[in-house]
T-cell receptor, first 109, second 113 residues
Framework: EDQVTQSPEALRLQEGESSSLNCSYT??????LFWYRQDPGKGPEFLFT???AGEEKEKERLKATLTKKESFLHITAPKPEDSATYLC??????????FGTGTRLLVSP | GAGVSQSPSNKVTEKGKDVELRCDPI?????LYWYRQSLGQGLEFLIY????????KSGLPSDRFSAERTGGSVSTLTIQRTQQEDSAVYLC???????????FGDGTRLSIL
């Protein structure tokens, strides 16, 4: 059965303190690894898609990387506005996404 | 441009009543998805539409749940004889094609009393 596991469940950082979020996946025939950001009361906002091991994508202070078993979301010098829940999802043979339960990130000034 | 629109944003109803949730996808998006997000749980896939047909209904939790899509655009998710365990946020997403990223609405928060 396809499975996505995210760690840690929650992460508290000081402004400027860089860190990484982990997403481990077990899917048959990965056809995309997705990162989303979700703010309270809102729907997930698309950040990145990664398709093959070794691929990297960057956007502002965020960088996503992919290996054959994991993906990492690196946050460099975070700001309070980066506080949100970050969701990882994997797509296999069908079109549905299998989501992890997310990492709640809080960045304090 | 306009994103995915869902209505109502909140719905409170009594156990046993039927509810209809609506999703307006991004214009031109052919694929449409419904997910459910319960407290402390990840998003759970319910159903996928390509055009008006639903090739994958595997996530619908029971026969009380049904969905349709008309004109390749608006979709409604219907829950009959609601139960307390149906309380959740129901999220709709759409994508330009099957291989493109899914873009989400803000969901309908459903509470069953």
């Amino acid at each position: 059965e396809d499975q996505v596991t995210q760690s840690p469940e929650a992460l508290r950082l000081q402004e400027g303190e860089s860190s990484s979020l982990n997403c481990s996946y077990t899917v048959s025939g990965l056809r995309g690894l997705f990162w989303y950001r979700q703010d309270p009361g809102k729907g997930p906002e698309f950040l990145f898609t990664l398709y093959s091991a070794g691929e990297e994508k960057e956007k502002e202070r965020l960088k996503a990387t992919l290996t054959k078993k994991e993906s990492f979301l690196h946050i460099t010098a975070p700001k309070p506005e980066d506080s949100a829940t970050y969701l990882c999802a994997a797509r296999s043979g069908f079109q549905k996404l299998v989501f992890g339960t997310g990492t709640r990130l809080l960045v304090s000034p | 441009g306009a994103g995915v629109s869902q209505s109502p944003s909140n719905k409170v109803t009594e156990k046993g009543k039927d509810v209809e949730l609506r999703c307006d996808p991004i214009s031109g998006h052919t694929a449409l998805y419904w997910y459910r997000q319960s407290l402390g749980q990840g998003l759970e896939f319910l159903i996928y539409f390509q055009g008006n047909s639903a090739p994958d209904k595997s996530g619908l939790p029971s026969d009380r749940f049904s969905a349709e899509r008309t004109g390749g655009s608006v979709s409604t998710l219907t829950i009959q004889r609601t139960q307390q365990e149906d309380s959740a946020v129901y999220l709709c997403a759409s994508s330009f094609g099957e291989q493109q990223p899914q873009h989400f609405g803000d969901g309908t928060r459903l509470s069953i009393l």
